[in-house]
């Protein structure tokens, strides 16, 4: 899994404030209880300097220590009882003042052994769900709110079925893919005209992808042959660019929207080229819309660029009717 750096850093900080926070609560816990029972209070630092009395007897015994532990033992238990009396008697579970960790797999530490732990990893969901929202609406669209109502259900000839059968069927393979997604699935290519829920449903597998901690990046064409433009003309913000480069290269999704609709030129042509070539090469899939059909690709594009896209990618056709146009006169 290719973690985006900064949202990682992020989540970490994320959980190091979440700890904090969680310290100061049972510090304010014991402050209160304490003030208002200062019983509570001496018995905390008695039990506190329990492991210190028992290897003192440890090492100043002669003889066998046994005995003295078991008597320390015994008053240790004594006291937590008594303890948790007087928290009862508060109308408090007898646990309040003891300070757990919210993940009991690493401790709070983001770290299980080496691993980044689960619950840093729940948080990096979470921000990176964020993040996409400001590019994507996807709070609004997921794969329960695509509708199959608004593609015809009369057979195509052309198209050998009807509307609706083909997009049950894209929704099932777009559904299947965010579940069973893994850093080297297929690579998908939407193709149609507009309106027919290709960003749709795209949004929906980032959505998904990313709720299951994966690295998602989407952009549109234009936005990301900008970014390439700006690090080789140094015409903008380089260090924003390069660093919008990396997600588009290291993500372990990429979503490329709208090609197609970019302005066609040697070095945008070469750029593309380079992403996707990049990062089949490396194995790390892409979803790319296009309202271009298979063989208007390569009027588009170079030969190696139509190659790969027909190739290497599984292709999906959007059909219907303009459901924005269908909203509007609705």
């Known amino acids: 899994m290719a973690y985006d750096r900064k949202i990682l850093a992020a989540a970490r900080r994320a959980l190091e404030r979440e700890r904090t926070a969680r310290s100061e609560e049972f510090a304010q816990r014991r402050r209160e209880v304490y003030a208002y029972e200062p019983r509570i209070r001496a018995i905390d630092r008695t039990l506190l300097q329990t492991a210190a009395s028992v290897l003192r007897v440890a090492l100043n015994t002669g003889g066998d220590p046994t005995a003295a532990i078991e008597g320390l033992r015994e008053q240790n238990l004594a006291l937590q009882a008594e303890r948790a009396g007087l928290l009862s008697g508060m109308g ?25 732990c689960d619950c840093v990893k729940a948080r990096y969901a979470v921000l990176l769900k964020e993040q996409l929202s400001t590019v994507l609406p996807i709070q609004d669209q997921n794969f329960d709110k695509f509708r199959l109502e608004y593609y015809p259900e009369k057979v195509d000839n052309r198209l050998g079925d009807s509307p609706r059968e083909i997009m049950a069927d894209n929704l099932y393979d777009c559904r299947a893919y965010a579940e069973e997604f893994t850093p080297h699935a297929l690579n998908l290519l939407f193709y149609g005209s507009t309106g027919l829920g290709k960003t749709f449903l795209s949004s929906c597998i980032a959505e998904a992808v990313a709720a299951r901690g994966f690295s998602v990046a989407y952009d549109t ?11 080789k003309f140094g015409n903008g913000d380089g260090e924003a660019a390069a660093e919008r480069a990396a997600r588009y290269e290291r993500a372990d999704l990429l979503i490329i929207d709208d090609m197609g609709t970019e302005m066609g030129t040697a070095f945008t042509v070469s750029a593309l080229y380079n992403l996707i070539n990049n990062r089949l090469m490396a194995k790390r899939p892409m979803i790319i819309n296009t309202n271009l059909l298979p063989e208007q690709l390569s009027d588009k594009y170079s030969p190696a660029v139509a190659s ?19 909203k509007k006169q609705m």
């Open 221 to 231: 064409a234009i936005n990301i042959l900008a970014a390439y433009e700006t690090i």
């Open 92 to 116: 408090l579970p007898v646990d309040y003042l003891t300070e757990k960790p919210m993940c009991e797999k690493c401790g709070d530490t983001g770290y299980a052994g080496s691993a980044t």
């Open 308 to 326: 790969r896209l027909r190739g290497e990618f599984k292709p999906l056709h959007f059909v219907g009717n303009d459901i924005r146009r269908m």
